[in-house]
């Protein structure tokens, strides 16, 4: 199917026919998933600044949309923890109503981002960004557990990563055994169970197992219910956020973080569960489900929601096939809300801390962050400016500054791999392939330049052209400028070029322009640039574009040189769009 028929993923399942083979499967996936979301999206909850419920509503109503109308056949939503240092701040800063008005800007923008088939640009994200907000967030994530891990009896927890390692060491006089028996029970509970082999969440174990040992021992530790109160057992009634209307501007920049990160994360999530499947899935659908839930979310008192790596993954390990299994994992949240939500009051926060920090852990990826170091200085340079500015400042700005960073890198790196000179002075390229017609085998007369520029033609090398062109003080009566190499080219190159011609018209010099791609071509045509130069002085192989140049000198033409016929290359887009040379000219 494609993108471009925006259609779920579940209305193809449905199409192609349902067995009860595949329900059964389905079934059995959706249960278990539903299981293991239930302490995550208390946990994330709890983490993120907001109620423990408002994370079971999210898993709830976005999981439910999410899974309906998603792009991938087994992706399963809900909140996650790479938004949990995002919401507390827009939380902390601007109130839960705050945050639901972001979220719904934030829903609104991910829709428009798949209607506009945004989904391929949002996986040109740099990796170093990625990975280095990712990992900025698992260290804030763990950070924020140490009080509950600790038992420490503090007022609050201050927002800034200093601050609050500073109150810490100012309450750990404290400490308390009890809690922090609980946290490494439940994150031993979960790194080990695995190991036996059973089905049964390691997670679940460890909150079932831990609260149970607390309320028999009657241990002095902390739970939801004494910090919290108790757990709703039923979906509250949609409502609006109360929206301040001059608070909108503010708004702004934390509703592209969230639509950014939701956008990411969720396609990330996709892409390795079309690892595991060997299924592609559609981005752009993909977003739109993203939008849609984070548009309802709200209404329901939930808090911003994405695709979920570690849940789509158990989906596909237990047998989950289609949507449907994400859609039971839904339902199987609203039944133990509704049937066990009371009990949920009695877990200690302690377990939750220890549910936390192994998916901090997880999260960190603090072997890919490591081995970031090796690559080159760019990559560690936006890799540490993403870590460091999503620490110790925020978020919203270490995604903005690392995309922009790594952006301005890439094109320095571009303009480098650009280079520009005249063929008479030996123009070379590093790791360049045999030229199979050179120039060493033509004839160049004399009053006749030939000008090559290899890479890219835009605007982070038209600086480079320019200081190429002023190395030689001639004044050729024609000048060939060689294209061949040059594929794309931006409106700042075709000023550059424009330039060039201004310049040789007024010093009496013919350019003349020899090998131009499709690409390129269809600028200059666009843009008029080809009726100045004229037709007559544009050529698809470099020994037509010489005897051009001997036509104007006066001379008669050349002696036709053997040239070895080269293979067309097409570039293709992702469109499927064809990018070679223009159809009906000799490659040069």
């Not at 789509?312 to 449907?324: E, L, Q, S, Y």
């Not at 600086?463 to 594929?487: C, G, H, N, Q, Y």
Request: hydrophobic letters at 50%; glycine letters at 10%; charged letters at 15%.
């Amino acid at each position: 199917m494609s993108d471009r028929l925006l259609q779920p993923e579940l209305v193809s399942v449905l199409r192609e026919g349902y067995s009860r083979k595949l329900f059964l499967q389905d079934l059995s996936a959706g249960l278990i998933v539903g299981i293991v979301a239930l302490p995550l999206a208390i946990a994330f909850a709890i983490a993120s600044g907001v109620k423990p419920e408002q994370g079971l509503y999210t898993a709830i109503v976005a999981g439910f949309i999410i899974s309906a109308l998603s792009g991938s056949r087994v992706q399963i939503g809900g909140p996650t923890g790479a938004f949990v240092v995002l919401v507390y701040s827009v939380v902390q800063k601007y109130g839960f109503d705050g945050l639901a008005t972001a979220t719904l800007l934030a829903g609104a923008l991910l829709v428009l981002m798949g209607l506009f088939r945004f989904g391929v640009l949002i996986k040109f994200i740099p990796y170093p960004v990625t990975v280095g907000f990712t990992t900025g967030i698992a260290l804030i994530i763990a950070s924020s557990q140490v009080r509950d891990a600790l038992g420490l009896t503090m007022e609050g927890v201050p927002a800034e990563f200093v601050q609050k390692w500073i109150a810490y060491g100012r309450n750990i006089g404290s400490f308390q055994w009890a809690p922090l028996m609980l946290c490494v029970i439940t994150v031993l509970i979960i790194v080990y169970w695995p190991r036996t082999g059973s089905r049964m969440p390691g997670s679940l174990l460890a909150i079932v197992g831990t609260t149970v040992l607390a309320w028999v021992m009657k241990l002095p530790v902390e739970t939801i219910g004494s910090r919290f109160g108790a757990v709703p057992t039923h979906l509250p009634a949609p409502s609006l956020p109360n929206i301040e209307w001059s608070l909108l501007p503010e708004l702004v920049s934390p509703a592209i973080a969230i639509a950014l990160l939701a956008g990411i994360e969720s396609l990330l999530s996709a892409v390795v569960a079309d690892g595991m499947t060997g299924r592609r899935h559609h981005s752009n659908m993909e977003l739109i489900a993203q939008g849609v839930a984070n548009l309802i979310s709200p209404i329901f008192g939930g808090i911003p929601a994405t695709g979920a790596i570690a849940r789509t993954a158990t989906n596909i390990k237990n047998g989950g096939i289609t949507p449907i299994a994400g859609l039971i994992h839904a339902v199987t949240l609203l039944l133990i809300m509704l049937v066990a939500g009371k009990w949920a009051a009695m877990i200690p926060l302690a377990t939750l801390s220890g549910v936390l920090l192994v998916v901090a852990f997880h999260m960190s990826e603090w072997r890919l962050f490591l081995k970031l170091f090796t690559s080159t200085k760019s990559d560690t340079s936006v890799l540490l400016a993403t870590f460091l500015l999503t620490v110790f400042v925020d978020l919203t700005v270490a995604i903005q500054v690392g995309v922009v960073l790594a952006s301005f890198l890439f094109m320095r790196r571009m303009a480098e791999v650009t280079q520009a000179g005249y063929i008479t002075q030996m123009l070379h390229y590093e790791d360049e392939p045999v030229d199979l017609n050179p120039m060493a085998i033509r004839e160049v007369p004399s009053g006749v330049e030939v000008f090559e520029i290899n890479g890219p033609f835009f605007f982070g090398a038209a600086d480079k052209f320019k200081s190429a062109l002023k190395e030689t003080s001639k004044r050729p009566k024609v000048l060939i400028f060689r294209m061949r190499r040059v594929l794309s080219m931006d409106a700042t190159g075709l000023k550059a070029l424009e330039e060039l011609h201004d310049s040789t018209k007024r010093e009496g010099t013919l350019l003349v322009l020899s090998g131009v791609h499709t690409q390129p071509l269809t600028l200059m045509t666009r843009s008029g640039f080809l009726d100045d130069v004229g037709e007559e002085n544009v050529f698809g192989n470099i020994d037509d574009a010489l005897n051009r140049g001997r036509e104007a000198l006066g001379l008669p033409p050349a002696e036709p040189v053997a040239r070895v016929p080269e293979v067309r290359r097409e570039m293709v887009d992702q469109n499927g769009n064809g990018n070679g040379n223009e159809t009906g000219r000799t490659s040069d």
